[in-house]
């Protein structure tokens, strides 16, 4: 087997690495310009690598580190990732690559490595076993054919908007809600609700700065990401992501207001974003829960979703005494 050489990539090898990406794994296919976009606006207070491997002057795969604050993280964790090419599929090879990028979290001082793999990737799933990452979490996946049940949920939806109307909550697109305060306020309501997704390590609160950028990417158009109002204060969204160049239509987030459980929102909201893709066009969609997301999972089985393979979450414990 050739060496594989490993160099930093650079912001230019945004369409590269997404690529790569894309040829590594095709159940989730990467847009180009939403890869570039968080490239070039990172999060506040992440550390992060990215490189590109080559092998006889080809690029083979993607691979990058990332990491929080670790102040935020007592168990110091790092995600590494690793995206090979199908066609460069070897286990030796995937071994060495998992091996190199888990050596670059270790040396960013991590106590504990993130990883994560298709429930359909043997080699990956085989390789991690292998090099001591041990299943943690499963990330389920759904698809929703919209050609088979769009006329049920838009009619799904529309019987959803009177019964909030009915209980005093109007469903909006956000470019139609009049506020000029109305980014800070979705932003509280995600800090509030984001908590409440099942996970084993912490989710760090996004800074206002990140989750204002998020919400004017191109992949995520105003008129398409509905919010539940109470007045003029939010108690819910849920919005899908529409890739500029190409790949499927995800759900991007469906939320409630913790005080506000319980009355249909998160599933009178959902339906407001299917029944417009419906209306656009759009084929199917899908979306991705936590396994141990009761609520949305139940949701999801109701709209009409069926199976697809998930993601099986990994750690593998680095170092002891994280907090020492």
């Known amino acids: 087997m050739s060496a594989v050489l490993y160099r930093p990539a650079e912001l230019d090898d945004a369409e590269l690495a997404t690529n790569l990406m894309n040829s590594a794994y095709s159940g989730m296919e990467h847009d180009p310009i939403i890869t570039r976009l968080r490239w070039e606006w990172g999060r506040t207070g992440y550390s992060i690598g990215r490189y590109i491997a080559e092998q006889d002057r080809k690029p083979i795969a993607f691979l990058a580190w990332t990491h929080g604050p670790w102040e935020m993280l007592p168990e110091r964790h790092c995600e590494v990732e690793v995206w090979l090419d199908r066609q460069s599929m070897d286990r030796r090879l ?68 009177e019964t909030m109307d009915a209980i005093g909550i109007k469903l909006v697109p956000f470019a139609s809600w009049d506020d000029p305060d109305k980014v800070h306020k979705l932003h509280e309501l995600n800090v509030i609700t984001v908590q409440d997704v099942p996970h084993s390590l912490p989710i760090i609160p996004e800074a206002y700065a990140d989750f204002e950028k998020r919400v004017n990417a191109p992949d995520r158009p105003h008129d398409r990401l509905w919010v539940a109002l109470q007045g003029n204060v939010p108690v819910g969204m849920s919005y899908l992501k529409f890739p500029p160049v190409r790949g499927t239509v995800w759900t991007g987030y469906t939320c409630s207001h913790p005080d506000f459980r319980g009355r249909g929102i998160a599933r009178a909201i959902k339906l407001q974003s299917l029944a417009q893709a419906v209306q656009l066009g759009v084929p199917v969609v899908r979306t991705d829960n936590d396994s141990e997301n009761a609520p949305m999972l139940h949701i999801n089985e109701r709209l009409g979703y069926v199976r697809r393979p998930g993601f099986v979450e990994h750690h593998k414990r680095v170092r002891d005494n994280v907090n020492a």
């Open 94 to 161: 995937l071994s060495e690559l998992w091996t190199w990028i888990s050596a670059r979290g270790v040396d960013e001082d991590a106590g504990l490595l993130l990883a994560y793999a298709a429930e359909d990737e043997p080699e990956m799933l085989d390789v991690l076993a292998e090099l001591n990452y041990e299943r943690a979490r499963l990330e389920k996946v759904w698809e929703l054919d919209l050609d088979a049940h769009g006329p049920r949920l838009v009619a799904g939806a529309a019987e959803a908007r």
